[in-house]
């Protein structure tokens, strides 16, 4: 169990590296691409000092070599203490590194990220528990690096901020440093608790939990206080208006090139089989752990189907309906999908829910026609873009419930999904999973109500394979096969 459990932690941190390198191989190749070579330091810089509310595109605040190296950076970062910290990386250390290196492209720097990252060990010391098993939780409160950017540059200076100019106050910093210290204490906290109230059908747990708290702090620090909300920042950034805010080609290129390694070098470390992937796109991904269950091999493979099943979804969207392209929030939420290919999400279980939204636009075209009035976004608007990775994290229903679970878990989140974001003003970067949590409270006492048979089905099934493993660990020959045989033969027979 040990050596399984290091094999799937070296391949772990090798996907963390892997990931990192790719980001750094593609930004000077990304600066060349859109002639911004000489820049990319400069304009990293520009990304550090800017506030970045939901949804700041980095593309246009520093373009898209410095973007990619700020991803790079921070996932290095990211990948320094998986390795540095005693301890086995797990499918939720990978979780949070995909969901730092995801927000990267809109809302996350090297910056802001810091101090949200460091806090909670303060947490960990104080109660005494092992750095590295909760080093996931140390990278979700990285969801919170707007409100640094916030409190340092633009909440105590108001109308002194000027884009591209750093302007620090006492005041400002005083404030981060208290944010940071409240909120490494409170996090680890919530999070068991948000757990319960969706009943672990959500994966992104943190986003219901954060969001929640991003909605206090942000009511609390602007609208009690009586200061104006923050706004978007508007950008001109000719170079990036020059390809349509759309980095297609590249993306493509980029993508398609990670998820085909993803799935080859899977393959390879899996003994040039398919064995296993079979069986995890057929588990219901409740509470599950693809990687203890089918091992961090078949998980590569599933990144790498998964994440070109998504790549296909936004590109038939995008194609077909009018919205956005291939901006820095797409890139980010492509690789915020991937965040529980190894703990709950694959193609089979995802595909409802993206179904779901295609059954919102529908309903919504057909609404608006009948009463004369056009509609006002698409599947390619960007809330909708990035509201779709997240919803994902309904997987758990789909194996669950069925399919029409989740397409209902689609439909909902998708008419939510843009709406969400003014409760913290845009301030928490998980507002997808925020989002999905709330359907998550919505739908599952319905389906609980409802859909009875279905849980006592499962149970049956708990039952039984309780059952089978106790059978077999207590068998007297060897191996126990001819036992296990026997019992099953006797269950398919309805003996005892």
Known sequence: MKTWQADNSRIINGIALGFSLA???????????????????????????????LVTDYFAVGGLGSTLFNAGVCGIFCF?????????????????????????????NLLNMIPCFLAPFLYLRYAKLDF????????????????????????????????GTACFSASGVLLSIVFCLMMGFIIPAILPGASAWHKGYNLYNGGLAFGIFGFFVYNFMYRTMGITPPGKIVISNEIYASF???????????????????????FWLNGKKLHGLSHLVTDTGFQSDFAEKYGMPVCLMNIGLYGTVFLLYLNLVIRYTSGAGFTGPTFGVILAALTFTAMGQHPRNVLPIIFGYQCLYLVTLFLCHANGREVTWSLSTQSYINGV?????????????????????????ASMCSST???????????GGFTAGITALILVPILQH??????????????????????????????????????????KKGGN
Not at 31 to 48: D, K
Not at 246 to 265: D, E, H, R
Not at 398 to 413: M, N, Q, S, T
């Open 450 to 491: 409802y859909c009875s048979g279905t849980r006592e089905k499962m149970k049956d099934e708990k039952l039984y394979m309780q059952d089978l493993i106790a059978l077999v660990q207590n068998a007297p020959t060897a191996d126990g096969q001819g036992w296990k045989k026997k019992y099953i033969g006797k269950r």
């Open 389 to 413: 990775a997240f919803a994902t994290g309904l997987s758990p229903l789909v194996g669950h419930y069925g399919i029409r679970a989740g397409i209902a878990a689609g439909f909902l989140c």
């Open 80 to 108: 320094l203490f998986m390795i540095l910290l005693k301890g086995e990386s797990r499918s939720n250390t990978l979780a949070g590194y995909f969901l730092v290196v995801a927000h990267c492209f809109y809302g996350l």
């Open 244 to 266: 349509h805010q759309n980095y297609k080609l590249f993306a493509n290129c980029l993508f398609l090139t990670i998820f085909l390694s993803c799935f080859l070098i899977g």
């Open 23 to 53: 980001f750094f191989i593609a930004a000077p190749i990304g600066a060349v691409y859109t002639g911004e070579w000489g820049s990319v330091f400069s304009n990293w810089y520009r990304i550090l000092i800017t506030p970045s509310p």
């Open 421 to 431: 974001s003014a409760l913290h003003g845009g301030l928490v970067l998980y507002n």
């Open 132 to 163: 590295k098993r909760n080093l996931h939780i140390c990278m979700f409160a990285t969801s919170f690096g707007p409100f640094v950017s916030e409190f340092l540059f633009r909440y105590t200076t108001r109308d002194a901020f000027i884009f």
